[in-house]
């Protein structure tokens, strides 16, 4: 039955019990807004998305154009960016969910997604590029020879996009391994072209796991957190600051070992056994010290999407 699921309704379901996931430490959830974000217009933004999400369901629509689609939508619903980076990997997952179904496997997995992101083209890029101009979204500078391809010079950056022939998994590509060994690299970036390994680990970890979606989404949010330092935290107190609140984050899983990192660091009774009273201390602190792991919030999006396909269920 789950298989024959509408994945945008999926997609969109995916949406939703990501922010009402709680405790998230440092993010909004259905108990904590934040200053300038509230819970309510996650949920505009999971609706607004959708025409984008459909788009993204049609192999004759291109990548970038639904990617764009969803975030314009996500913006005029919500009025602000409550979903960009969850957006740029659900927008791949749901093309190769509609392709795969197409196939003698019809099962949704790490090489389908592979074959969606290396299919993207330089119009796809372009069209990442003009997704930019509809919200404000916290990036690093990019590096000094790739000036021309910051994305928040939007449609400006078209030319250079072209001539270098770069598409969206080129310009990915860029931010998922950066030439500073001590930057932390684009965790989504690397899910692009590295094939999902992340989503796709942290969704086995919402399937096997007991309970409602809910708090599975926020014991797996724990582990992604606890197994690599958060994009948005370093982007905005640098890497240092990330990896603390990695550790910090580490410390509520059961049996987690210190200095572990990497998605398969931690195994799934780890990530199940995540102390989720414990994290309602870490949330507080996290939002008194503005320390907002948006990324991580991203990758258990996309495991939930991933999970919802793979029969989790939200039935008790």
Not at 4 to 11: I, L, W
Not at 123 to 146: C, G, L, S, T
Not at 213 to 224: E, H, I, Q, V
Request: charged share 25%; aromatic share 4%; glycine share 8%.
């Amino acid at each position: 039955m789950t298989a024959a699921r509408d994945p945008v309704d999926d997609a969109t379901l995916a949406l939703l019990l990501e922010v009402a996931g709680t405790p998230k430490p440092g993010n909004v959830d259905r108990h904590r807004d934040l200053d300038d974000l509230r819970f309510d217009s996650f949920l505009g933004g999971a609706v607004g998305a959708r025409a984008g999400l459909e788009l993204a369901a049609d192999d004759d629509v291109p990548l970038g154009e639904a990617f764009e689609r969803a975030v314009a939508g996500m913006a005029d619903r919500a009025g602000t960016n409550t979903q960009f980076g969850c957006l740029l990997l659900l927008v791949p997952l749901l093309r190769a969910t509609v392709t795969e179904a197409a196939s003698s496997s019809g099962r949704l997995d790490a090489a389908a997604v592979d074959r969606v992101t290396r299919d993207a083209t330089v119009d796809d890029a372009v069209a990442f590029y003009r997704a930019f101009e509809h919200v404000d979204v916290a990036v690093a500078d990019p590096p000094p020879d790739a000036a021309d391809l910051d994305v928040r010079r939007g449609s400006d950056a078209a030319p250079a996009l072209r001539e270098r022939g770069l598409t969206l998994r080129d310009v990915l590509a860029i931010s998922a391994d950066p030439d500073d060994a001590d930057r932390v690299p684009d965790r989504n970036a690397r899910e692009w072209v590295e094939g999902f390994p992340r989503t796709f680990r942290a969704a086995e970890w919402i399937r096997t796991d007991t309970g409602p979606l809910t708090d599975r989404a926020a014991r797996t949010f724990l582990g992604l957190l606890a197994a690599e330092p958060d994009t948005l935290v370093a982007a905005a107190h640098g890497p240092e600051a990330a990896r603390e609140a990695s550790t910090r984050a580490a410390a509520l899983l059961d049996g987690a070992a210190a200095g572990s990192e990497g998605v398969d660091a931690f195994d799934a009774d780890a990530v199940h056994g995540a102390d989720l009273d414990a994290a309602e201390g870490l949330a507080a602190a996290f939002v008194d010290e503005g320390i907002n792991p948006g990324t991580t919030a991203d990758l258990t999006c996309a495991a939930l999407y991933v999970a919802i396909r793979h029969g989790a269920e939200v039935a008790p």
